[in-house]
C-alpha cells in the first residue's frame, strides 16, 4: 500500500469536521451493507414462489450459512479496526501486513466451513425441526453454498482491507456489480426462465454463488494490481504468525458476537416450530425484513468503527467519542422513521413475501411488535461497532452474551407458553435491545475501551 495515498484518505477522516468524515465512510457502507442483504432477500423473494416449504427451507439453511459466516466477520471486524489504528498512526507496513494475513485466514476459514458445513448441514436442519419435504429443499441449497464459501470469504475479506484503509466506495461498486447478476440469475435459475433449466432452491444457490464469485475475482484484481490506492503483490501473501495471531485475537471474541446472535435464533426457530411451518415461515419472513431495517445501523456503526481506530490510532480519542454520538443521533432518526413505515405497511410487505395467510397474520404481528424497539436498538448498535472499532472485542461479546441468553431466549420461552405465543418471542427479542444499551451505555462511558494499544 502506498504511504501517500493512504495519508491522504487517513486526514479526511482524523482532521476537519466529523459529520463530513462520517457521511464520506457511512453512505457506502450503507449501500454495501444493503447489496449484501439483497443476496438474501432476492433468494427469498423468488424462493417463495415455490411455497412456504420453501421458504422455511432456505430461512432455516440461512441461519446455518450465518453461523459459518460469523467467522468472516469475526475476521472483518479485526481487519478493519487493526487496519484503521495502524494507518491511523502512519503504521502503513504493519496495515499491509495485517491485509495479507486476512486474505490467508479467509482462505482457511473457506475450507474448513466448506467441508463441515456439507457435512453437518442434514443434521442440524432436523434438529431445529425441519419436516421432510423442508430437509429435501434445505440440503439442496446449503450444500451448494457451502461448496461456493470460498468466493463469500475472499470477498468479505478484500471489502474489511479497503475499508479499515478508508475506502469504503469500491467495495459498494464491486458488490453493486454482483448483485446485479445475482439479481438477474435468481428467476432465471429459480423458475427457469428462458432457456435455463427450472432448478428451484438450487438455483438460488448457484446464482448467488456465481455472483459472489465474480464480486471476489474483481476485487482480487484490483488489489494486487494497486488500484484504488491499495496494492498487495503475490509474494506479500505470506505466513506471518505474529500478525495472524494478532487477528485471531481481535477477530474471535467479534466472531461469537454475531454467532451467538445466531444461536439465540437457532433457538427461537427451534420454539417457533412448535407452533407450525406457517409460525416458522412467518418468524423467517419477520426477521429477514427486520435485518434490512437495521442495514443503515450495521453501515453507520462499521463507518464509525473504522473512523473510531483511525483518531485513536492518531492519538485523538475525543474526536472518535464525538463521532461515535453523533452517528448514534443519525441513526435514532433513520431507524424511527424506517420503524414508522414497517408499521404502517407491515400487511402489504409481508405479503410480498409470502402471501399465506397464517404466515401474513403471524408476520404482520412480529414485524409491530420489532419496530417498537428500533429507537433503544439504535444505541446498541452503534456503541458496540465503535468499541470493537478500537480494537476491543472481548467486551461486546461479553454483553452480548447477558442479552441473549440471560435475558432474550429465557424470556422467549415463557413468553411462548403464555397466550401471546409466538408473539411472545418478538416481544423477548426488544426487551434484548434493551438490556444490550443499557450495559454498552455503562461501558462505553468508562472510556475503557479508548486505552487499548496494538503493536
Not at 423473494?45 to 411455497?51: A, E, M, R
Request: proline content about 4%; aromatic content about 10%.
Amino acid at each position: 500500500m502506498t504511504s501517500r495515498f493512504a495519508k491522504t484518505r487517513r486526514d479526511k477522516l482524523v482532521e476537519g469536521p466529523v459529520l463530513p468524515a462520517i457521511w464520506t465512510m457511512a453512505y457506502p457502507m450503507i449501500v454495501t451493507m444493503g447489496l449484501q442483504s439483497l443476496f438474501n432477500i432476492v433468494d427469498i423473494y423468488f424462493v417463495g414462489k415455490l411455497g412456504s416449504d420453501a421458504v422455511a427451507a432456505v430461512g432455516m439453511s440461512g441461519i446455518i450459512m450465518f453461523f459459518m459466516m460469523t467467522l468472516m466477520i469475526g475476521l472483518g471486524t479485526a481487519t478493519r479496526a487493526l487496519i484503521a489504528r495502524f494507518i491511523g498512526s502512519n503504521r502503513f507496513d504493519s496495515a499491509s501486513e495485517i491485509a495479507s494475513s486476512s486474505l490467508i485466514i479467509a482462505f482457511i476459514i473457506s475450507v474448513l466451513a466448506g467441508v463441515f458445513g456439507t457435512t453437518l448441514a442434514p443434521q442440524i436442519l432436523v434438529a431445529l425441526g425441519a419436516d421432510k419435504t423442508v430437509l429435501t429443499f434445505g440440503v439442496q441449497y446449503i450444500q451448494i453454498m457451502f461448496i461456493g464459501m470460498m468466493s463469500l470469504a475472499f470477498t468479505a475479506s478484500i471489502n474489511s482491507i479497503l475499508q479499515g484503509a478508508g475506502d469504503a466506495k469500491t467495495p459498494m461498486f464491486i458488490l453493486l456489480f454482483s448483485v446485479g447478476l445475482n439479481i438477474f440469475l435468481d428467476p432465471m435459475l429459480i423458475l427457469g426462465i428462458g432457456p435455463f433449466p427450472k432448478l428451484g432452491v438450487r438455483g438460488a444457490a448457484i446464482a448467488t454463488v456465481s455472483a459472489r464469485g465474480i464480486a471476489m475475482i474483481i476485487g482480487m484484481f484490483l488489489i494486487l494490481r494497486g488500484i484504488n490506492h491499495f496494492k498487495l503483490s503475490l509474494k506479500s501473501l505470506r505466513w506471518n504468525g505474529s500478525r495472524i495471531w494478532q487477528v485471531v485475537k481481535i477477530g474471535f471474541p467479534a466472531a461469537i458476537q454475531p454467532a451467538m446472535n445466531n444461536i439465540a435464533g437457532l433457538i427461537m426457530i427451534r420454539i417457533v416450530s412448535g407452533f407450525s411451518m406457517e409460525a416458522v415461515a412467518a418468524f423467517v419472513v419477520a426477521m429477514r425484513i427486520n435485518m434490512f431495517a437495521l442495514l443503515p445501523g450495521f453501515g453507520l456503526g462499521n463507518a464509525n468503527g473504522t473512523i473510531v481506530g483511525q483518531n485513536l490510532g492518531a492519538g485523538r480519542p475525543a474526536r472518535a467519542k464525538r463521532s461515535t454520538w453523533i452517528t448514534c443521533g443519525i441513526l435514532e432518526i433513520v431507524l424511527i422513521t424506517i420503524g414508522a413505515v414497517f408499521y404502517i405497511f407491515a400487511p402489504w410487505i409481508i405479503t410480498k413475501f409470502n402471501d399465506n395467510p397464517e404466515v401474513v397474520r403471524i408476520g404482520v404481528v412480529g414485524l409491530r411488535t420489532l419496530t417498537l424497539g428500533y429507537p433503544i436498538l439504535a444505541i446498541a448498535t452503534i456503541l458496540a461497532r465503535a468499541i470493537n472499532g478500537a480494537g476491543v472485542t472481548k467486551i461486546p461479546a461479553i454483553i452480548l452474551a447477558i442479552a441473549f441468553f440471560a435475558v432474550q431466549v429465557p424470556l422467549a420461552v415463557v413468553l411462548s407458553r403464555t397466550t401471546m405465543e409466538v408473539t411472545g418471542v418478538f416481544v423477548a427479542v426488544i426487551i434484548g435491545f434493551f438490556v444490550q444499551a443499557v450495559i454498552f451505555s455503562w461501558y462505553f462511558l468508562s472510556n475503557r475501551w479508548a486505552k487499548a494499544h496494538f503493536s
